[in-house]
């Protein structure tokens, strides 16, 4: 300041202009010893823990074994069509307990067909014999041995290979699959579609009584069939 007298109710200087308020100091660090020390800093903000978002995974059909359980019975010719008339082949297996896909390869058939000869060959038929013994054995009489062999071991037999619990199937419908041939519809197969817990899975399969029958021993009424369908006949209704 300038020295002059300047009223204490006032807060500059009307000489020089400085300002009259008293700056705050900062405060002085407490001394321990030599050595000054710090008030301690504020905790860090609290935050709520929360885990990671894990991936949903869909659930997957039950495949672990079970014990006392057994194949009661076998739909073959079970296929899965693809584009330009390609088809994956099946063979559904039936247990106490679950329904088994069991996928038939490439391989398979073949060393099928191939065993199917060889035994024909040695009853002394000819070639056409062997022929049609192989034709047979390749269509149905392979997926017979799944009815000998344990289900754990049918599941692990094929990559792929998968089970559906007969208790979370809660409907098989029974569709007639109709086809246009020379300017006259046939029909000679069933889409199944098979719904459960797991989701929808869609087969085409042959047109066998048997095959029906074993479906509803093992599943009652939770086999719808097609609308003008009679045992071992189709009835087509309507012009």
Same mark, same amino acid.
């Given at each position: 300041?300038?020295?002059?007298?300047v009223?204490? $109710?006032?807060?500059?200087?009307?000489?020089?202009?400085? @300002?009259?308020?008293?700056?705050?100091?900062?405060? &002085?660090?407490?001394?321990?010893?030599?050595?000054?020390t710090?008030?301690?800093?504020?905790?860090?903000?609290?935050?709520?823990?929360?885990?990671?978002?894990?991936?949903?995974?869909?659930?997957?059909?039950?495949?672990?074994?079970?014990?006392?359980?057994? #194949?009661v019975g076998?739909?073959? @010719?079970?296929?899965?069509?693809?584009?330009?008339?390609?088809?994956?082949?099946? /063979?559904?297996?039936? /247990?106490?307990?679950? +329904?088994?896909?069991?996928?038939?390869?490439?391989?398979?058939?073949?060393?099928?067909?191939?065993? &199917?000869? #060889?035994?024909?060959?040695?009853?002394?038929?000819?070639?056409?014999?062997?022929?049609?013994? !192989?034709?047979?054995?390749?269509?149905g !009489?392979? #997926?017979?041995?799944?009815?000998?062999?344990?289900? &754990?071991?049918?599941?692990?037999? /094929?990559?792929?290979?998968?089970?559906? $619990?007969?208790?979370?199937?809660?409907?098989?419908?029974?569709?007639?699959?109709?086809?246009?041939?020379?300017?006259?519809?046939? @029909?000679?197969?069933?889409?199944?579609?098979?719904?459960? &817990?797991?989701?929808?899975?869609?087969?085409?399969? $042959?047109?066998? $009584?048997?095959?029906?029958?074993?479906?509803?021993?093992?599943?009652?009424?939770?086999?719808? +069939?097609?609308?003008?369908?009679?045992?071992? +006949?189709?009835?087509?209704?309507?012009?």
């Amino acid at each position: 300041m300038c020295g002059r007298e300047v009223r204490s $109710d006032v807060s500059f200087c009307a000489n020089c202009g400085a @300002s009259l308020k008293t700056l705050t100091q900062p405060a &002085a660090p407490q001394q321990v010893g030599s050595m000054p020390t710090y008030p301690p800093p504020p905790p860090p903000p609290q935050v709520a823990y929360q885990p990671a978002a894990q991936p949903w995974v869909a659930p997957q059909p039950w495949t672990a074994p079970s014990y006392g359980e057994r #194949a009661v019975g076998v739909i073959d @010719s079970v296929k899965q069509y693809k584009s330009f008339g390609r088809y994956d082949a099946f /063979t559904l297996v039936l /247990t106490t307990q679950r +329904m088994i896909v069991a996928r038939l390869t490439g391989d398979m058939m073949k060393n099928a067909t191939m065993m &199917a000869g #060889a035994q024909a060959k040695a009853e002394g038929k000819g070639a056409l014999g062997q022929w049609a013994a !192989g034709l047979k054995q390749s269509f149905g !009489g392979y #997926a017979q041995r799944y009815l000998q062999m344990n289900p &754990a071991s049918i599941l692990a037999e /094929t990559p792929g290979n998968f089970a559906i $619990d007969s208790n979370s199937i809660s409907e098989i419908k029974l569709k007639i699959k109709e086809e246009r041939r020379g300017g006259r519809l046939f @029909s000679s197969e069933f889409e199944i579609e098979i719904h459960s &817990a797991y989701g929808k899975q869609e087969f085409r399969m $042959d047109m066998d $009584d048997n095959h029906v029958d074993l479906l509803k021993q093992v599943y009652g009424d939770r086999v719808k +069939m097609p609308f003008g369908y009679f045992h071992g +006949m189709h009835v087509k209704i309507g012009l």
